[in-house]
């Protein structure tokens, strides 16, 4: 989401996610100091291991900034067309 700020050329949800190439830092134009995190939706295994709120609002060690929305598949599908599996 549009809290994503890289975390300054070291975010963590890249380092915490267990799938290579997965999480991938592009440019962000709306503000180009700061590099964005995307998601490749075909290699996302949804472990959850990069978002910061684990079961019942525990912290776990992904993203401090909350920046990561994990979605239903159908939610996405629906904004983005199905994936081809």
């Known amino acids: 989401n549009d809290a994503c700020t890289g975390c300054a050329g070291a975010p963590i949800c890249i380092t915490e996610c267990p799938v ?3 999480m991938f ?10 590099n964005r ?5 075909l290699l996302c295994i949804g472990c ?11 912290y ?6 909350d920046a990561i929305d994990m979605v239903p598949l159908e939610q996405y599908e629906a904004k983005f067309g199905s994936l081809p599996y």
């Open 20 to 22: 290579d190439l997965c």
């Open 25 to 34: 830092e592009v440019k962000n134009p709306d503000a180009p100091i700061f």
């Open 37 to 41: 995190v995307d998601v490749d939706p």
């Open 48 to 58: 959850k291991k990069c978002i910061s709120k684990g079961p019942l609002d525990t």
């Open 60 to 65: 776990l060690e992904g993203c401090p900034w």
